[in-house]
T-cell receptor, first 115, second 112 residues
């Protein structure tokens, strides 16, 4: 089955700096890669996603890049703000049969943005 | 607010007991997914239903079962509970497979 590795496990940056979180996946058939942000006591919130036919996607201060050959994808957050502090999860999804689907998650990165 | 509703938010029960967790998906979503989140295991996929039928299965224990009803809400049943079953249980929904999945706020289960 799919295996997703995520690094680093913790990341501390100063407000205004950039943060980068990296993930690798094992199944070359995976074709959908979402990123989730989880704040304390809340459920994971989808913040951005990318499909395998796209190399990069950007939404304001957040961007995701995908390298299918190397089987890795990254989350980039620019101009970080204190409210960006949370745990971030990457995930990968591969084609199932018909409507079957499952997301395999990385182990999470705890991002702390300091003033 | 993701639009996915989970009840109850908190549940404390004793070992050996059985509990039922409930999930109402976003309006229009046909797929429901259940995930378990514990400190040492991260987010683990349990099971997926699509329009009432089981579609994908993860490492779900035999003591656990789920179903999706005609109105598309889903229930996760956990029986013969053990201390190690203490975790956050999340439900997510999507329009169908391979589309964006939105998570509920979770049910925190504590087995004592």
């Amino acid at each position: 089955g799919e295996n997703v590795e995520q690094h680093p496990s913790t990341l501390s940056v100063q407000e205004g700096d950039s943060a980068v979180i990296k993930c690798t996946y094992s199944d070359s058939a995976s074709n959908y890669f979402p990123w989730y942000k989880q704040e304390l006591g809340k459920g994971p919130q989808l913040i951005i996603d990318i499909r395998s036919n796209v190399g990069e996607k950007k939404d304001q201060r957040i961007a995701v890049t995908l390298n299918k050959t190397a089987k890795h994808f990254s989350l980039h957050i620019t101009e970080t703000q204190p409210e960006d502090s949370a745990v971030y999860f990457c995930a990968a999804s591969y084609p199932g049969t018909g409507t079957a689907s499952k997301l395999t998650f990385g182990t999470g990165t705890r991002l702390q943005v300091t003033l | 607010d993701s639009g996915v509703t989970q009840t109850p938010k908190h549940l404390i029960t004793a070992t050996g007991q059985r509990v039922t967790l409930r999930c109402s998906p976003r309006s229009g979503d046909l797929s429901v997914y259940w995930y378990q989140q514990s400190l040492d295991q991260g987010l683990q996929f349990l099971i997926q239903y699509y329009n009432g039928e089981e579609r994908a299965k993860g490492n779900i224990l035999e003591r656990f079962s789920a179903q999706q009803f005609p109105d598309l809400h889903s229930e996760l049943n956990l029986s013969s509970l053990e201390l190690g079953d203490s975790a956050l249980y999340f439900c997510a929904s999507s329009v169908r497979g391979w589309t964006e999945a939105f998570f509920g706020q979770g049910t925190r289960l504590t087995v004592v």
